[in-house]
């Protein structure tokens, strides 16, 4: 299940489960989102992105769901495996100018074999 | 052949010291960044540069100065480090900054200040 950690919302599953991790972005200017996953000491690796044109995007096991009503972003992964643990972060920004990459609070993904 | 690497991996100081942590990219970007991940693990951008110059400073205390000799370097260097300096430093780049696309990131530093 879901829940909120003292630090960092975690999402506990089962190996085989499907995954959906949540995210609301908070800027309507933003045109451009990414997704980010972070494994214990390493950099946040690029997974997925989507621009506000669409709604969804398919990669390899992961799909992103963007709803710009009401400004949220998720990421499924499916048959999630042990290797899938880690922290994701949602990002955000507008593709055109100086805008920075604006990253979310992140959630701890963990998978039981 | 890694993408961005960044040095040292692990930084352990006393406070009021100075230090650098250094970073290389050998992808031809365009633009290079600094963020600061705090220990609940939100990431924080410091500074960014775009070809050598400086484009983004994120109110960043003073005595964080980056210095990019070239595209593909940015270092970073702290004055008199504070026990609140202490976080996960991370190197990034990005093929140009004016279309923001994705970033990769270097494998981080971790700063403790003691």
């Known amino acids: 299940g879901e829940s909120v950690g003292l630090h960092l919302p975690t999402l506990s599953v089962q190996e085989g489960d499907n995954s959906i991790i949540n995210c609301a972005y908070s800027n309507s200017a933003s045109d451009y989102f990414i997704w980010y996953k972070q494994e214990s000491g390493k950099g946040p690796q690029f997974i997925i992105d989507i621009r506000s044109n669409m709604d969804k995007r398919q990669g390899q096991r992961v799909t992103v769901l963007l709803n710009k009503t009401v400004k949220h972003l998720s990421l499924q992964i499916a048959a999630t495996q042990p290797g899938d643990s880690a922290v994701y972060f949602c990002?955000?920004?507008?593709?055109?100018?100086?805008?920075?990459?604006?990253f979310g609070k992140g959630t701890m993904l963990l998978v039981s074999p | 052949d890694t993408a961005v690497s960044q040095t040292p991996k692990y930084l352990v100081t006393q406070m009021g010291n100075d230090k650098s942590i250094k970073c290389e990219q050998n992808?031809?970007?365009?633009?290079m960044y600094w963020y600061k991940q705090d220990s609940k693990k939100f990431l924080k951008i410091m500074f960014s540069?775009?070809?050598?110059?400086?484009?983004i400073n994120e109110t960043v205390p003073n005595r964080f100065s980056p210095k990019s000799p070239d595209k593909a370097h940015l270092n970073l260097h702290i004055n008199s480090l504070e026990l609140g300096d202490s976080a996960v430093y991370f190197c990034a780049s990005s093929q140009d900054s004016t279309t923001n696309e994705k970033l990769f990131f270097g494998s981080g530093t971790q700063l403790s200040v003691l």
């Open positions: 540069y775009n070809n050598k110059e400086l484009i």
């Open positions: 992808l031809g970007h365009d633009t």
């Open positions: 990002a955000e920004t507008a593709l055109s100018g100086y805008s920075t990459l604006t």
